[in-house]
Antibody, heavy 123, light 108 residues
Framework: EEQLVASGGGLVQPGGSLRLSCATSGFSFSSYSMNWVRQAPGKGLEWVSYISSGSSSIYYADSVKGRFTISRDNAKNSLYLQLNSLRAEDTAVYYC????????????????WGQGTMVTVSS | EIVLTQSPATLSLSPGERATLSCRASQSVSSYLAWYQQKPGQPPRLLIYDASNRATGIPARFSGSGSGTDFTLTISSLEPEDFAVYYCQQRSNWPPITFGQGTRLEIK
């Protein structure tokens, strides 16, 4: 069974740091580009960051650029997001999401999502 | 940044009725438009990609149409499990990837 399991969230003070992880199984992780998407309580979805399959391309939303760092370890089938200089507005559920690909092509959508991990930034 | 505007914000319908949800882009996104369904406490679920292609396992009552700046998600006959929040997402001119603000489909 294909699966994404996000972890690492918690309560942190403003200015603090967290490292989120997304453990994957059931598919060839090293063949897929991956993303982080967040959702503040009661709000909509916000794309946070993208990393290509081999880590050669990395992109961030302007709201997190310079503070968050995406990475992956293909040997461990895992995706990461390092969150630094956290602010109250970073409070959200953070989802890892896989780019949608089939055996022939990749498409510009997310076909698999983890269950999310909650990050709360508060003093 | 491409802004996606969804309408209506809330749609109240009864099971068996037809639902029509709209997503308008601030500039052309070609056909690089996806639709997601999200239920409370769950992650989003991909319904439609490339404007009109149903994702694996999605029932035929869900269909997507449009190109350029105007897109529609249609649910032909609502089932009880279809009441949820729906988001559109573009990935034409990116980064950033952007989402609409969502349409809440509620039971009338």
């Amino acid at each position: 069974e294909e699966q994404l399991v996000a972890s690492g969230g918690g309560l942190v003070q403003p200015g603090g740091s967290l490292r989120l992880s997304c453990a994957t199984s059931g598919f060839s992780f090293s063949s897929y580009s991956m993303n982080w998407v967040r959702q503040a309580p009661g709000k909509g979805l916000e794309w946070v960051s993208y990393i290509s399959s081999g880590s050669s391309s990395i992109y961030y939303a302007d709201s997190v650029k310079g503070r968050f760092t995406i990475s992956r370890d293909n040997a461990k089938n895992s995706l990461y997001l390092q969150l630094n200089s956290l602010r109250a507005e970073d409070t959200a559920v953070y989802y890892c999401a896989r780019d949608h690909c089939n055996s022939h092509s990749c498409f510009r959508a997310f076909d698999m999502w983890g269950q999310g991990t909650m990050v709360t930034v508060s003093s | 940044e491409i802004v996606l505007t969804q309408s209506p914000a809330t749609l109240s319908l009864s099971p068996g009725e037809r639902a029509t949800l709209s997503c308008r882009a601030s500039q052309s996104v070609s056909s690089y438009l996806a639709w997601y369904q999200q239920k409370p406490g769950q992650p989003p679920r991909l319904l439609i990609y490339d404007a009109s292609n149903r994702a694996t396992g999605i029932p035929a009552r869900f269909s997507g149409s449009g190109s350029g700046t105007d897109f529609t998600l249609t649910i032909s006959s609502l089932e009880p499990e279809d009441f949820a929040v729906y988001y559109c997402q573009q990935r034409s001119n990116w980064p950033p990837i952007t989402f609409g603000q969502g349409t809440r489909l509620e039971i009338k």
